[in-house]
């Protein structure tokens, strides 16, 4: 191998002379992240188009979760093809940003080293109030407790010392705290944006179709 | 009402359904739903009655076996009687039988309610995929490690400003525990005019003293405010339940009459004793002008039968 | 630990049987690991022979480093051999165990992705959760987010990456990891030992009252 670059910041050689590249250089950085990385960000990094990160990105995705024998595999690292098992690990699209994470199937012989990570599982109670508040957001801890038919403040500031949940801002004509979820909160839920999350439409009748309700329910 | 047998069974199926209910008991809407899914979702007259009767056996058979029970699951499941007994009284109105705004506004009410039961119901329905997703993403583990000393050296010189006795400062104001804001908007400032039950009892007494029926609209036609109507209907409730005045009525949604059956003189200090209100700070016989749903829950209660 | 979502304690399938097989179980404890595991935990945590669990390091290292056309490579995940450039990360055999570095080549790219945006002064909330773990260490972070009332994970790791808090020992009952402040911090307030901070204990509930925010909240 070459000669190791000492950790000096500023002007470094273009990464796409160095071994493995672009591809290695993102995996470089993925490999200190605490925490989703922006394409952007890999690209200000990088000093490389925007376009060109997020290709390398989705070839070492589909690469890490391995590959059959014809799946179009337009990586980089000119592998000669061949089916491959997958990695341990996957790279996720997740939040916003891209980080790396144990392949679930390990889950079990994983969970051991992972010193400080664990997280009870959240009550019923918060379980539904954060539901409500991921759905309406932002929203007052009052209206969750509408929803809900209780008062909701306990739950809420778990939610809020679990830093799934934040205060986002002040509703103007009340001045009552209004709350939203949290990147980490997309993050447990495996989620790039709020968008994201299940339609709640299937579940919930809109005013329009409470009439119909009426007439089947009573 | 029910037969015995069915009550039985009724019983039986209620006492387990209720047990394993309690253990992941979230509100009110909770217990409700899971009473009407039972029947079903089919909220109509005979189920949402034969769920009251469920629900009132389940609050007695509690009682009766732990003694006394837990002030907010009681305060809860007083907020699902009263939730049952308004869609009850809804469904008593004539669908097609619309007349006055009175009607019109409990029908609304009645809307809003079930709204309030559906939305809830779809929220619940959405927490579980949520949870199964929780689940599923919480066998992968983030790498998430830290840096090697050869980057953290590198970080920028640390500004350090603070005195010892600035960092105590702030540990003090950190450590202190924050005063909780309340939910709900304080109503400590509004003065509404304090309208006793006893007094107001006291009134009916000798409205209705002198002999002959009247009507609750005549019993109040002096009234100065609502509030007045309101606590005259309760003391009302609180004389029948004393036996001091009996209820006519003709026919049914006929006109109710109210006729003096206690004995002459003061009848009613027995008053105070009882709870009307719902916070035991002392002052239940009084009712200000924020009372409502909880009191309503009790005295709803007692009225149940006479419509089934 | 017991709680840890996901990751149910006992029996779980051979690894064998896994995608991706004792190699992939391998990899995904990599990526994860804090610090260096011993090839004897992989190999009682896998329930696989020491030897093999070495033998799979070993191929693990060489194919992260790329391999020219004839290295004996003899790795489980049967790649047809040919030229492969290095990946972005390496397996280095450090203090008895093994762990996933960000390959030394980068350096300067990792160095200058891991000091983008920062300063040197600290935050108001790293500040604040610092008081807390100065005034009650040796305090876990569910302790610290439950005094302040929001999640502490990403200030925690900025004191640690500052050299300010260090992890200083497991908590005997939960096993979660307690932080204390390091020479370093003292140093900083001009102090000889964490008994000269200022007293302030007499406004404050005492740790017994502590207790009951982790319970009620956790």
Same mark, same amino acid.
């Given at each position: 191998m070459?000669?190791?670059?000492?950790a000096?910041?500023g002007?470094?050689p273009?990464v796409?002379e160095l071994?493995g590249?672009v591809r290695? /250089?993102?995996?470089?950085i993925?490999?200190v992240?605490?925490r989703?990385?922006t394409e952007?960000r890999?690209?200000?990094?990088l000093?490389v188009?925007?376009?060109?990160?997020l290709?390398v990105?989705q070839?070492l995705?589909r690469e890490?979760?391995?590959r059959g024998?014809d799946d179009?595999?337009?990586g980089?690292?000119?592998?000669s093809t061949g089916?491959?098992p997958?990695?341990?690990f996957?790279?996720?699209?997740?939040?916003?940003g891209?980080r790396?994470?144990?392949?679930?199937?390990? /889950?079990a012989?994983?969970?051991d080293f992972?010193?400080?990570?664990?997280? /009870?599982?959240l009550?019923?109670?918060?379980?539904?109030t954060?539901?409500?508040?991921?759905y309406r957001?932002?929203?007052?801890r /009052?209206r969750?407790?509408?929803?809900?038919g209780?008062?909701?403040?306990?739950?809420?500031r778990t939610l809020?010392q679990?830093g799934?949940v934040?205060e986002?801002?002040?509703?103007?004509?009340?001045g009552?705290v209004?709350?939203?979820t949290?990147?980490l909160?997309?993050?447990?839920?495996?989620l790039?944006g709020?968008d994201?999350l299940?339609?709640?439409?299937?579940?919930?009748?809109?005013p329009?179709?409470?009439g119909e309700?009426?007439e089947?329910?009573y | 009402?029910?037969?015995a047998?069915?009550?039985?069974?009724a019983v039986?199926?209620a006492?387990t359904? %209720?047990?394993?209910?309690l253990?992941?008991f979230?509100g009110?809407f909770?217990?409700?739903?899971?009473?009407?899914?039972?029947?079903?979702l089919d909220i109509t007259?005979?189920? *949402?009655?034969?769920?009251?009767?469920?629900?009132i056996a389940?609050?007695?058979?509690?009682?009766?076996?732990?003694g006394?029970?837990?002030l907010?699951?009681?305060? &809860?499941?007083?907020?699902?009687?009263?939730t049952l *007994?308004?869609?009850?009284?809804?469904r008593?109105l004539?669908?097609g039988?619309?007349e006055d &705004?009175?009607?019109v506004?409990l029908?609304e009410a009645r809307? *809003?309610?079930?709204a309030?039961?559906?939305q =809830?119901?779809? %929220?619940k329905?959405v927490a579980r995929?949520?949870a199964?997703r929780?689940? &599923?993403?919480?066998?992968? =583990?983030?790498r998430?490690v830290a840096l090697?000393p050869?980057?953290?050296r590198?970080l920028p010189e640390?500004?350090?400003t603070?005195?010892?006795? &600035?960092?105590?400062?702030?540990?003090l104001?950190?450590?202190?525990?924050r005063?909780?804001e309340?939910?709900?908007v $304080?109503?400590?400032?509004?003065?509404?005019?304090v309208?006793s039950v006893r007094?107001?009892a006291a009134?009916?007494q000798?409205?209705?003293e002198?002999?002959?029926?009247?009507?609750?609209g005549?019993l109040?036609e002096?009234?100065?405010s609502r509030?007045?109507?309101?606590v005259?209907?309760?003391?009302?409730?609180e004389l029948f339940?004393?036996?001091a005045?009996?209820?006519e009525?003709?026919a049914?949604?006929?006109e109710?009459l109210?006729r003096?059956?206690?004995?002459a $003189?003061?009848s009613v200090p027995s008053?105070p004793?009882?709870g009307t209100?719902?916070?035991?700070t002392?002052?239940d016989?009084?009712?200000t002008?924020?009372?409502g749903?909880?009191?309503g829950?009790?005295?709803?209660?007692?009225?149940?039968?006479a419509?089934?």
């Open positions: 070459p000669e190791s670059a000492g000096a910041p002007p470094h273009a796409e071994p590249g290695a /250089a993102v995996e470089a993925l490999m992240a605490d989703p990385v952007e890999f690209a200000s990094v000093q188009p925007q376009e060109e990160v290709g990105l070839d995705r890490y979760d391995g024998d179009g595999y337009t980089v690292g000119a592998r089916p491959t997958p990695r341990g996957e790279l996720r699209s997740i939040a916003g891209w790396i994470f144990s392949r679930k199937h390990f /889950a012989v994983v969970a992972v010193l400080d990570g664990q997280t /009870a599982r009550s019923q109670a918060a379980l539904e954060l539901t409500v508040i991921a957001q932002p929203v007052s /009052a969750v407790s509408a929803v809900r209780v008062n909701v403040d306990s739950v809420v809020l679990r799934l934040v986002v801002e002040n509703d103007p004509e009340t009552a209004l709350y939203g949290t990147a909160f997309l993050e447990r839920l495996g790039d709020v994201d299940p339609r709640i439409a299937p579940h919930l009748p809109g329009e179709s409470l309700y009426d089947t329910t | 009402m029910t037969t047998v069915e009550v039985g069974t039986h199926v006492r359904v %209720f047990e394993v209910q253990t992941n979230s009110p909770d217990l409700l739903l899971n009473l009407i899914s039972r029947r079903e007259e005979i189920a *949402l009655a034969q769920v009251t009767d469920e629900f389940h609050i007695r058979r509690a009682q009766a076996t732990d006394e029970w837990k907010d699951e009681a305060s &809860e499941f007083l907020v699902v009687a009263a *007994l308004d869609l009850k009284a809804a008593l004539p669908a039988a619309v &705004e009175e009607d506004a029908l809307d *809003l309610l079930f309030r039961l559906l =809830y119901r779809a %929220f329905d995929v949520l199964d929780l689940d &599923e993403e919480g066998a992968r =583990y983030p998430d090697e050869e980057f953290t590198l640390l500004l350090w603070h005195s010892p006795e &600035e960092f105590a400062a702030l540990a104001k950190v450590l202190t525990p005063q909780e309340p939910t709900a $304080g109503i400590e400032h509004l003065h509404a005019p309208v007094d107001q009134v009916l000798d409205l209705l002198p002999g002959g029926a009247l009507s609750f005549r109040t002096g009234a100065a509030l007045v109507v309101v005259r209907f309760l003391a009302l409730l339940r004393d036996g005045v009996s209820f009525q003709a049914p949604l006929s109710l109210v003096w059956t206690g004995r $003189g003061r008053l004793e009882d209100g719902h916070d035991g002392g002052h016989e009084r009712v002008g924020d009372s749903d909880g009191d829950a009790g005295t709803d209660t007692t009225e149940g039968g419509d089934a």
